[in-house]
């Protein structure tokens, strides 16, 4: 009877305290938040931007696009990358076994522009490629050692993007890193993609301010070809699908040798995907490159992700379960959500979707549950494709 009465006050006291240890646990996950949001993303809110248009001393290009069953596409986006105003570059496009009319559309620029040079892959019956396979060819094709990157669905901002993505490279720079917006459009989904691109420009590029970058994105990027062969290329990791940008940059970055290129001149937008599924399958394809991060970046990147989660949990299970104390979850919401105004507004006019800032309560929610139910579901998913 005695254990039984003190098992019973046990459990008083327990419930009792409960709302205190939830709010404690609450305050935990506000305080991880709050110091990715304060002392890593802060870096890139006081980045000053350097414009580099007027300098002549500018190294050789050579331009790398890969491109599979992309020939509306590149009749729409290729111009703006053979018209860039750089003095000497080369635009290899490899064709990596495109079934529709993209040879064609190849040989009709190939007749204009004397810069422009074509790698063609032919389907061999025994070999199935990833898009790692086609990068390579493409990179053994090119002729200058300073190599830039993009898709055959961008468009760079303006004419001077090779210049601001060249003059970013310094004596110890072997990378630079872009950034690759999508064009906006109608609809929450497009939303929701811009979102989810600008945040996680946000990331890579205050990680790389941070001298401790860990992933660059295929659409604007540059590095070096000697980088590329000392390190044998993508040796390491050609058996995952994706991560021909940000593998190589995880496993090739040091604190000196990156550099980020974020002039608005230097911006290239790309063409979003416009169905729920295309976009599912997109984010599928990417998810698998991230188990192979560097362990620090793969617990550094899990801590925000699950922080967050489990901050809105946290949140809503407190609000429910103890009503009477809802000033408690509103005090901390409002004042996670007041930081990220306070650091994302600047950063926001960087990456040029500043309305994104009044959108921030509704798409930020969904955004984190959606990348995790997307990343439980597709990293199981084993297809060797890259379109």
């Known amino acids: 009877m005695r254990l039984s009465l003190w098992a019973m006050l046990d459990l008083h006291v327990f419930l009792a305290n409960l709302p205190y240890i939830i709010f404690g646990i609450l305050g935990l996950f506000l305080l991880a938040q709050l110091y990715y949001i304060l002392f890593v993303y802060s870096k890139l809110s006081r980045y000053q931007i350097e414009l580099h248009q007027t300098e002549t001393d500018l190294p050789p290009l050579s331009v790398i696009i890969c491109a599979h069953n992309e020939q509306d596409n590149l009749r729409e986006f290729l111009p703006s990358i053979l018209n860039q105003d750089y003095p000497n570059f080369e635009v290899n496009v490899v064709n990596d076994f495109s079934t529709d009319e993209t040879p064609w559309v190849l040989q009709e620029f190939d007749e204009q522009y004397a810069h422009l040079k074509i790698v063609d892959i032919k389907e061999h019956i025994r070999l199935k490629h990833g898009k790692k396979f086609a990068v390579s060819m493409g990179i053994k094709a090119s002729k200058y050692e300073t190599l830039v990157f993009t898709d055959a669905d961008c468009a760079p901002q303006s004419d001077q993007w ?15 890193l872009g950034y690759s917006p999508y064009f906006k459009k109608r609809g929450l989904l497009n ?28 659409r604007n990027m540059a590095y070096k070809k000697d980088l590329f062969f000392r390190n044998k290329g993508f040796a390491a990791h050609m058996h995952i699908k994706s991560g021909d940008d940000d593998l190589f940059v995880n496993q090739n970055a040091t604190a000196i040798n990156v550099n980020i290129a974020l002039a608005p001149a230097a911006i290239v937008y790309s063409a979003p995907k416009t169905t729920w599924k295309s976009y599912y399958k997109q984010k599928a394809r990417h998810s698998g490159a991230s188990t192979i991060y560097k362990k620090r970046h793969q617990r550094m990147l899990g801590t925000q992700l699950v922080s967050a989660v489990l901050f809105y949990l946290t949140l809503i299970a407190a609000t429910i379960a103890f009503p009477t104390f809802w000033y408690v979850p509103l005090t901390a919401y409002l004042l996670r959500l007041f930081a990220q105004w306070a650091v994302f507004t600047s950063i926001y006019k960087k990456l040029e979707v500043k309305e994104l800032i009044w959108w921030l309560p509704l798409v930020d929610f969904i955004y984190y549950f959606y990348i995790c139910i997307n990343g439980l579901f597709s990293r199981k998913k084993k297809k060797i494709s890259w379109k």
């Open 162 to 176: 090779l210049k601001e993505i060249a003059s970013a490279f310094r004596p110890e720079t072997e990378i630079v």
């Open 191 to 218: 939303l929701l993609i811009r979102f989810e691109t600008s945040h996680t420009a946000m990331s890579y590029l205050s990680y790389a301010l941070k001298g401790d970058a860990y992933m660059g994105v295929g």
